[in-house]
């Protein structure tokens, strides 16, 4: 017996750890998306834009007029009931080239009502350095539905409000990228670990010969790659070919505390603690009671306020979590108390203040 436990013991301590692609764990630098953003009118709404109070749709309206030639007298406030002044967004994948096109997301900024069956016209988006890299046009397709009776009474499904136009912006320029000037290939780490960047290192130049790969620090490698385009794609396809083996992560507790969402890791272990854990409930109840006076008191008629509280404590069972306890251990004795999210919540902050976690805590 001792023989087979010593056997397994030896296998599972030998056994490799498991590489994983090198483009799963690093970004290149440089091979990016970038984001473009614009203002815009959307048009041929059915009575659902801007109502006459949001000036800026009015005068944008007038402007693009002016551009067409129309003359307007300044003085003049057009009342447009089938126009919204909208942001238009958009993502352009990495090392896009001009004549390429992307999805457009369409945002109300003043107070329409619904952008259901509006036609967005021609909108200039502009990057974080102010220059036009894209245009934006086309029918909006708007997932959301509001309707509104006479007596005020209204029902919205979903964001009428938000649109999106597939394949609706074309790029006109090149977004600059320093992928492909520079002599260094600069792979970045995805989770930092000083132990993954000497083994992409090492990998790396296993492959291609000594030097090549330098590791800056825990969170950045540097690779020589040959300058010609052609011999640097075929150099990023080789390195995407490359497997690595990761080094050890520390595992995760992340809280939401907006939704009360609790994710822990696989690996997250608990030291040996004794946890309890109880509800304090407090309940007040006001009423309101009249006090009349006698028949011939000559009194008033007052209404008194009667506030009753009452205070209770949850009884709470103290547990001892043994040494390495993992997660399906915890998952139980938590839920055998009854415990909510945000109760775990507070029972895995107090094991981290005592020390007795071995995980990283995150609140987002």
């Known amino acids: 017996m001792r023989s087979l436990f010593g056997l397994l013991l030896t296998v599972l ?9 090198l483009m799963d764990i690093v970004d290149v630098q440089g091979v990016r998306e970038n984001q473009l953003v614009g203002y815009g009118l959307v048009v041929g709404l059915d009575g659902t834009g801007d109502k006459s109070q949001v000036r800026f749709t009015s005068q944008s309206v007038v402007n693009m007029l002016k551009q067409f030639g129309v003359q307007l007298d300044d003085r003049i406030d057009p009342k447009l009931k089938n126009v919204a002044a909208v ?15 992307v999805n457009v997301t369409v945002s109300s900024i003043g107070d329409a009502k619904s952008l ?16 036009v890299y894209a245009v934006a046009q ?7 539905i509001t309707a509104e009776g006479r007596n005020g009474s209204s029902v919205t499904i979903n964001t009428p409000t938000v649109g999106l136009i597939p394949s609706g912006g074309i790029l006109e320029a090149d977004i600059p990228s320093t992928f492909t000037e520079l002599p260094d290939i600069v792979l970045n780490l995805r989770q930092p670990s000083f132990k993954t960047a000497r083994n992409i290192e090492r990998s790396v130049n296993h492959l291609f010969g000594p030097d090549v790969a330098r590791a800056q620090d825990h969170a950045k490698v540097l690779v020589q790659a040959p300058m010609d385009p052609r011999q640097r794609v075929t150099f990023m396809s080789m390195l995407e070919e490359l497997e690595v083996e990761v080094g050890r992560q520390r595992p995760r507790v992340v809280f939401n505390s907006r939704t009360g969402t609790v994710v822990i890791g696989q690996e997250v272990r608990v030291q040996r603690a004794a946890v309890s854990h ?6 007040i109840t006001e009423r309101q009671q009249v006090s009349q006076p006698n028949a011939f008191g000559g009194g008033d008629t007052t209404v008194i306020q009667d506030s009753q509280i009452d205070i209770s404590q949850g009884s709470a069972n103290m547990f ?5 306890t993992s997660l399906d251990e915890i998952v139980r004795a938590v839920n055998s108390l009854g415990a909510a999210p945000t109760d775990l919540m507070a029972i895995l902050q107090a094991l981290d203040e005592a020390g007795a976690l071995d995980a990283e805590l995150v609140v987002i």
């Not at 942001?87 to 096109?101: D, E, F, K, N, Y």
């Not at 001892?320 to 390495?324: A, C, N």
């Open 87 to 101: 942001a238009v967004h958009a993502t352009v994948p990495p090392l896009a080239s001009p004549g390429q096109t």
């Open 320 to 324: 001892v979590w043994p040494e390495g």
């Open 138 to 144: 086309g029918n909006l397709v708007v997932g959301g």
């Open 13 to 21: 301590l030998l056994a490799p750890v498991q590489a994983r692609p």
């Open 278 to 283: 109880g509800n304090l409930t407090v309940t």
């Open 116 to 131: 259901r069956g509006g036609t967005l016209l021609m909108t200039p988006l502009h990057g974080v350095d102010g220059e």
